[in-house]
């Protein structure tokens, strides 16, 4: 079991910065690859980013890309995601997620990931 908890959300203008973490417990952290997802009100869950289990590979999706920094500490069991230039379509609960780290499957998929934290708000304003 890997039991994960954000932190960081709130309301912040457009153009401002936030920094989410997300702290895990549990089964060795480093074993996982890590992802974060988010899901706006009326919309699917969406893939935001993932970092590998060694932390030397990452991947975004398009509309966060050159905004969005996903980054972790092994020795702290945390991965972060610092936003950047936010915009209110970026308006959502963000979740962190656990994916094994020999999944060969679609890593920006739901199904992809075993375990998830509760999620943090983050608003947006305009």
């Known amino acids: 079991q890997v039991q994960l908890v954000e932190s960081g959300g709130g309301l912040v203008q457009a153009g401002g910065s936030l920094r989410l973490s997300c702290a895990a417990s549990?089964?060795?952290?480093?074993?996982?690859?890590m992802g974060w997802f988010r899901q706006a009100p009326g919309k699917e869950r969406e893939f935001v980013a993932t970092?590998?289990?060694?932390?030397?590979?990452?991947y975004y999706a398009d509309s966060v890309k050159g905004r969005f920094t996903i980054s972790r500490d092994n020795a702290k069991n945390t991965v972060y995601l610092q936003m950047n230039s936010l915009k209110p379509e970026d308006t959502a609960v963000y979740y962190c997620?656990?994916?094994?780290?020999?999944?060969?499957?679609?890593?920006?998929?739901?199904?992809?990931?075993?375990?998830w934290g509760q999620g943090t708000q983050v608003t947006v304003s305009s």
């Open positions: 997620a656990a994916r094994p780290r020999y999944y060969s499957g679609s890593f920006s998929g739901p199904g992809a990931y075993d375990y």
């Open positions: 549990g089964r060795t952290f480093s074993s996982y690859a």
């Open positions: 970092r590998s289990w060694g932390g030397s590979v990452t």
